[in-house]
């Protein structure tokens, strides 16, 4: 691996790693306690820092070995990795209320550097993403200020010691919404690393047939599959490796959309897998009787759900469950490094087979790269997301009952069909309908007591940040009267919160 990230618990760690995939470069990801033993075998061409959620004078803050500054290794500090490096080579670190910062922020590069080559000098600014509390209050002896916020304090949000080979950012270049954030990574990797390409999507299929064939050596394997474009490229990637040893397994919870159950049949036959439908409504609902509790309400479906795969591994006789489970779904699951749970996916959780996901480095955008690549639709390839626990996680703070799911199923399919008649669902990465809760309304000259029908529709490349997407108005009117047709539904709202602070999802 040509660059080594350091990985002190941000939730965008992977989206570094990502970034640098984009540019045509392998990376790999350390935790603080195992670099000194992988440096012992390896020679990075440079090593990146993440961000993180501690402050650097807390007492429990990551720490990488300091031995890694006196490597002439060129190092990027990013947010809490720039704050590390400025603590520890004697500058100081301060943490005022006035200068936190959070989401986009215009900053100004006002040196040229290595790192800033090709980036416009904007005397406004340009548009980052920052998430800190702590500020620089003291820059460390030969350190020179590259980039500051163009706010009234002018904080300092860039720097650099060419001396020492080390630079810092406070904002995050990995997320989307940085708008020259591959730039700085181009810059750092070719620039100052001098690093050359070597990672491509159609290396990394033969990578996972390879893998796939040295892993399961002649034995059964279980897929989980939901037919969306995760489960469907993995199907596609490993199913001509493994052959008649592959069984995918649909579960139909009796949480689908209306008429999924078709859509995801004539995945798998495009996909080239075996599929198997279990429908298994009854104990879902069973399970979550009562349940509003989200955190709750998805332990419980993930066990069930594990139960039921576990089940169908043995009528199958299979030693290994292969999953689409991505890079996102482990870090809001708390399952990468440091990062905490924001919430738990049903397809992070373990059960006594062997298991592999091969697409657990990779996020969404990568993945529709990948399943183009292998000749699949795009009715595959740019399908929208769906949860696992699907419409049971779109019933908000009232307990699941067929009733609910049958409202929230038809106000789906009708929201959908309006966004498709005016072709603009095309533009929406993912679209939420969601059960939001009871409200008074009138109907007929009567009082009605009915439910409130929230659509939320966001756009984002990896799933990790998040806009919302604003539905022009008369399109808005359309849905509005579409649904409140429905002799149940009374109100209906928007919400284009940005993800942070909001999730995607509503729980």
Known sequence: MQIAIIDLGSQYTQLISRALRALGVRSTILAPDQVNAWLKNNRPKGMILSGGYASVYESNAPQPPTGILDLGTPILGICYGMQWLVSKLNGKICAPYSQKQYGKTQVIFNIDDELSADIPNDKNGNVTWMSHGDSIDQ???????????????RQIVGISNLDKKIWGVMFHPEVTQTEHGQTIFANFLFRICKCCKDWSGLGAIHNIREKAQLLIKGEKAILGFSGG???????????PTLGPNLLAICIDAGNLRQDELTEIKHNAQVAGVRLKIVHAQRRFLKALQGITDPQRKRRIFQKLYGQILLTQAEKFGAQWLIQGTLAPDKIESGKVGQSTVIKTHHNTG?????????????????????????????GISER???????????????????EKLQIVRWADKQVT????RHDIYHEISQLVIALTGRSVGVKGDARVYGWTITVRPVITLDFMTTTGYHIPSGIKTEI????????KIVRVAFDTTSKPPATIELE
Request: hydrophobic share 40%.
């Open 139 to 153: 820059l460390p002896k030969g350190f020179l200020t590259i980039a500051y916020s163009a706010t009234t304090d």
């Open 480 to 487: 509005e009267n579409a649904l409140t047709q429905h002799p």
């Open 417 to 420: 069909k309006t966004l498709r």
């Open 350 to 378: 373990k059960i006594s087979l062997k298991q592999w996901d091969p697409l657990a480095e990779f996020f969404k955008y990568e993945i529709r790269d990948l399943a183009r690549k292998l000749g699949l639709p795009p």
């Open 229 to 239: 474009v995760d489960s469907s490229t993995v199907g596609a990637a490993i199913g």
């Open 384 to 402: 929208q997301p769906f949860p696992g626990p699907g419409l049971f996680v779109r019933i908000i703070d009232t307990p699941v009952t067929v």
